[in-house]
């Protein structure tokens, strides 16, 4: 069967863009890539998933006769964000190349168009599918004719017919302008009848059939809702005009120029080149993925293949290997390598590299070593496999990675350095990373070396997938191939790493983050590595008790469960879900269904109906503790590395453009903090033998750097006089003394504090706080009255950021905000809060690093053998020898406290335990 998919652009585009807007996807040239980005997903899901044989876009196209006929129609919308108007020509351009049409005609909106189309394609018997959010498109279903309607969440629903009659409750889905005649329409600035809302108009045209008949029939209505439509009748008739979707727009239905055809490759390739869209292009274009040399890994073994035409003609829009003039020399006996020594020790600036046959830096063994001191000039050293002969040869070259006086350079040379003190070497002398100095620079990008190389030196890189193959069992290994086969990409790697430090060091004097860099993110990388090549202590047995603990209550909940419902039933399955919930209990009058017409049992869906019923909670929580136990309990066992009976966290420094580290593998920041679940499993975490656990973290951070950066006198006093901050608040707020504040008064000013200086809206506070939003606008009022230079600093800070396009912590890390000035009023507000909340956040972030370069070098200079072996947010933890507790304790209150000076005094609580839990 033929089929056409009709898409509504505007509404896909406007999705895909606010769908990123916490988070956007932007490309080197600082061009927010969201909406394009989205939509080319959406266009790709639907090519690959339903293959239709027809596909166009529609777009509006001009003033339309809806605003001739009523002037104040969508007058109310804020303007379209200048993000989004940058990304329909290029949006455009990729259906160009995609073979696809662009349908638009003038003074209609996408609806017309596709309302035109859509019927045409219907009665001509062919099924036809329009892909769009938008409920007006209700009325156009029909014979053949059906919505494709994107789900909140993922997924798409298909509405026909019944569904959208049974949605409504009505007769046919030609009513559904009817009752949008009645009820009007905010979002379009048009109204209906006043009083009358969904459930009122489908009984008025249930009983009337359509809003003709209903106005000739007035007199057969009772009191106010006669009075009521007769007072709106004109209204009623304008908004039903304005609400039909028009089927007779003068545009033809062309199935040739809709059918589905292979992409103009070369356009395709050149555009997404240009936006940056890597996978998009393999992708589309049905070519093995090229992956990348990430940020974190310096070596992947297990990518896919990108040994093709396609990829050579990518590549000549680069400059390579194959067509720059280098000179790159392989080292394989150690008279060479002693020659090569010698001549490398006179220099200042080494930038190196190491191959290796594993991801994990714990397990990695060498394979090769590279070093490059000029551009276009580079060495790699072979390394025996057998452990002996690579010490030999990594002993030859120890004295130069361990010279004070040069400097040393490299691409995430955290895994370097890890790698090469498991073959006894201390990489001594500063370091500058690439990576790093990349994302002080501009933190939104990526930072792996294959994409820094493309955009900063137009050069791409020979992929690792070249010489291993693709993923898969056949795949092999680096030590499988002869260094004469690995020598110039493994010189590659040292080569382009020297480049791009020449090209990024400028930059960061010309961002001002010299600072940054040189005196936090690189002393940094040291700390981070001793950390993760200690590890921490798992308490295996007790992880079993936890994992029972856990079991039985998942199963008390289970069983609990199907008490509720009198039946036993798959908790774990959502479709047996949904029927015991919507289906037998029917919890809810219309509850979501999936494409399938299966019952929605997400998260978000639950939590709306907690309280209506016990079964509710019973299997959110035994959702809750199955993936606690599926997470944690049951996978932390797994990843204790068998050499030294630990796990080995990576600390991540380049993720988040706030500064703060993030850790994965496992992720051990995310682990619940509150609730007792959460602690159950801070109880499986062990000091080192023969040690204790200490835990450490600043008390109240984020105030205190607001009472500095805002310098309110109230707020600064709290804080230097000791006082507790919330109750301390509350007294001011209510103007009471601090012992006649309650602990509810004391509850809604700590709510108010961590939420106001973030930036937090009165009906945001209201749903935190569970209270109207009348009284939540008051507490906002108050709180501002209170501490007026707080609210001045949120002021200061928008328009500061205004000026300059971005916010900047302490230190001098940025947070670009290229939205701070748009006029669209929700994207505005989003970078607005941003603005605020940037400097406290990463200000927060470089002070717990700064803490932790001062505790590593004291624990060094006095020869402490006690170990930092977390950080957690604004929290570190310890394994530490119960000789030394005194002196570490000391130590680390001592350089949290003061690794800032701040108008108020930085303070940090400590504890002590047998376990993580204990301590904290």
Known sequence: MEKLFLFDAYAIIFRSYYAFISRPTINSKGINTSAILGFCNTLKEILDKEKPTYL????????????EAFPPYKAQRQETPEDIKLSVPYIKQVLEAMNIPVLQADGFEADDVIGTLATEAGRQGIDTYMLTPDKDYGQLIGPNVKMYRPRHGGGY??????????????????????????????????????????????????????????????????????????????????????????????????????????????????????????????RFLNKPEIKQKTANIQLDLFAANPTNGADEQKKSLYSSLKTTSHKYQLIDNKQEAVELYDFLRTKK???????????????????????????????????????????????????????PEILKIGQNIKYDYMVLRNYGVDLQGRMFDTMLAHYVIQPELQHNMDYMAETLLNYQTVHIEELIGPKGKNQKNMRDLSPQEVYEYAAEDAD?????????????????????????????????????????????????????????????YERHAYEEAGETFNIASPKQVGDILFGKMQLLEKPKRTKTGQYVTSEEVLQQLRGKAPIVDDILNYR??????????????????????????????????????SSS??????????????????????????????????????????????????????????FDIHRATAAKIWKESMDQVSDSQRKKAKQANFGIIYGITAFGLSQRMDIPTGEARKLIDDYFETFPKVHQYMEDAKRMAREKGYAETLYGRRRYLPDINSHNGTVRGFAERNAINAPIQGTEADIIKLAMIRIWKRFKDEGIRSKMTLQVHDELNF??????????????????????????????????????????
């Open 157 to 282: 629903d298909v509405i026909g017919e019944k569904e959208v009659a049974a949605k409504y409750g009505i007769a046919s889905a030609s009513q559904v302008v009817d009752l949008l005649a009645l009820m009007g329409d905010a979002s379009d600035n048009y109204p209906g009848c006043p009083g009358v809302g969904e459930k009122t108009a489908v009984k008025l045209i249930n009983q009337f059939g359509n809003t003709e008949e209903l106005i000739s029939h007035t007199d057969q209505l009772k009191g106010k809702m006669r009075e009521k439509v007769e007072g709106a009748i004109d209204d009623i008739k304008m908004a039903k005009y304005l609400a039909t979707i028009r089927t007779d727009v003068p545009i033809a239905l062309n199935l040739e120029e809709m059918r589905v055809t292979p992409p103009n490759e070369q356009k395709l390739r050149a555009l997404f080149d240009e936006l940056e869209f890597k996978r998009m292009t393999e």
């Open 56 to 67: 166009g876009v529609a777009f509006d196209h001009g003033k339309t006769f809806r605003h």
């Open 496 to 556: 382009i790493t020297l480049q791009l430090k020449n090209v990024l060091e400028p930059r960061l004097k010309e961002v001002e983050a010299e600072r940054l860099f040189w005196d936090i993110e690189m002393p940094l990388v040291k700390v981070l590595a001793d950390m993760e090549l200690n590890g921490v202590r798992l308490d295996t047995q007790q992880l079993k008790l936890t994992q029972q603990t856990f079991t039985e209550r998942m199963n008390a």
């Open 665 to 722: 593998d496992p992720n051990l920041q995310n682990i619940p903090v509150r609730d007792d679940d959460g602690k159950e499993i801070r109880k499986c975490f062990i000091p080192d033998e023969g040690c204790r656990w200490f835990s450490a973290d600043y008390s109240q951070i984020e105030l205190r750097i607001m009472a500095h950066l805002s310098a309110d006198e109230n707020m600064t006093e709290a804080f230097r006089e000791g």
């Open 349 to 403: 600036n080494l930038s190196l590299d190491t191959e290796t046959t594993s991801t994990n830096a714990i397990e990695a063994e060498l394979v090769g070593l590279s070093f490059a001191v000029t551009e276009n000039e580079a060495y790699y050293v072979a390394i025996p496999a057998n452990r002996q002969e690579a010490l030999e040869y990594v002993d030859i070259f120890k004295p130069l990675y361990e010279d």
């Open 624 to 661: 809750g503790m199955k993936k606690l136990l599926g997470t944690y309990v049951e996978a932390l066992p797994k990843l204790i590395n068998k050499r030294t009976g630990h796990i080995h966290t990576s600390f991540n420094q380049a993720i988040t453009a706030t500064g703060r580290l």
């Open 879 to 920: 394994s530490v020898y119960p000789n030394e507790a005194e002196k570490v304790e000391r130590i680390v209150l001592e350089e949290m406290q003061g690794a800032a000076k701040l108008n108020v005094p930085l303070t940090a609580d400590a504890g002590w335990g047998d376990n993580w839990l204990e301590a904290h």
